[in-house]
Each structure stands twice: as structure tokens, then as C-alpha cells.
């Protein structure tokens, strides 16, 4: 795959993950119905609210899928109390744009990369914040 077709990639999945909710709690729910799954838990943690199911493979493993304003934004696996961040929405975010900026970096000027990066979303500028400079630095 060459600079272009790994930038195109990595926009694809920047697009779908930003513009999709992800997997929704009612969808979650109708798991319950399965025989592996022996409880499910939703409540509300400060701002967020939390998925919590639980269910039989080898051993019981509880996973949270954890929202804010009905968006998915982190899945996480607990087994034996030990927490597994399975996936972040934010932390994938950035992982993206981080590799976005370091192909654009073989293929334009840093002028140019700034140009395009400032027509994202302000959510996706912000994600890199304050550490923007510090951020571009490291590519």
C-alpha cells in the first residue's frame, strides 16, 4: 500500500468511527436472551452511562461498554477485577490522525498538512488540543 492509499484508509476509518454512534445499548440488551449471558446492568456514572454485562465462556467475564450522550466511547473487559481497555473512542481518534499527519508527512509540506488538518471537525482539532504543536513535532 503506498503514502496515498494508506491516508485514504485511515480518513475511511476516522469518518466511520467519527460519524458512527457505534453499538447501541438496546442492541446490547437483546443479548441477555443468549445462554452465555447471565446479567446485565445498565446505571449512570457521572456523565456517562454504563452497559454492564455479564457472561459465562471458560470463566464469568463482565464486559462495560461505557457512553456519553448515547455514543460508545470505551469497551472494557473485566476479568479476575483485572480492568482491559478493549477499545476508546477518543484514544482511536487520535491514533488515526496521528497516522493520517505522519503519511501526509512523506507527501506534503507541514504548511500543508496544517492547512488540511484546520478543516476538521473543531471535536477532532481539539482532541490533539493544546498539544498540537508537541504533537506535529513527534511525526
Known amino acids: 500500500?503506498?503514502?496515498?492509499?494508506?491516508?485514504?484508509y485511515n480518513i475511511e476509518k476516522l469518518t466511520s468511527i467519527y460519524l458512527n454512534e457505534g453499538v447501541q445499548i438496546n442492541e446490547l440488551i437483546d443479548n441477555i436472551f443468549n445462554d452465555i449471558y447471565t446479567e446485565l446492568r445498565v446505571y449512570k456514572e457521572k456523565k456517562f452511562v454504563i452497559l454492564e454485562l455479564n457472561f459465562i465462556e471458560e470463566k464469568k467475564i463482565r464486559m462495560n461498554y461505557v457512553y456519553e450522550e448515547k455514543c460508545l466511547v470505551r469497551v472494557?473487559?473485566?476479568?479476575?477485577?483485572?480492568?482491559?481497555?478493549?477499545?476508546?473512542?477518543?484514544?482511536?481518534?487520535?491514533?488515526?490522525?496521528?497516522?493520517?499527519?505522519?503519511?501526509?508527512k512523506s507527501?506534503?509540506?507541514?504548511?500543508?498538512?496544517?492547512?488540511?488538518?484546520?478543516?476538521l471537525p473543531d471535536e477532532l482539532k481539539e482532541m490533539i488540543g493544546s498539544n498540537y504543536e508537541q504533537y506535529t513535532s513527534i511525526i
Open 107 to 119: 507527501m506534503c509540506s507541514e504548511q500543508e498538512i496544517n492547512k488540511i488538518m484546520d478543516t
Open 1 to 8: 500500500m503506498d503514502y496515498k492509499e494508506l491516508i485514504n
Open 76 to 104: 472494557e473487559e473485566i476479568n479476575n477485577e483485572i480492568k482491559t481497555i478493549l477499545w476508546d473512542r477518543d484514544a482511536r481518534l487520535k491514533d488515526l490522525l496521528y497516522n493520517i499527519r505522519s503519511y501526509m
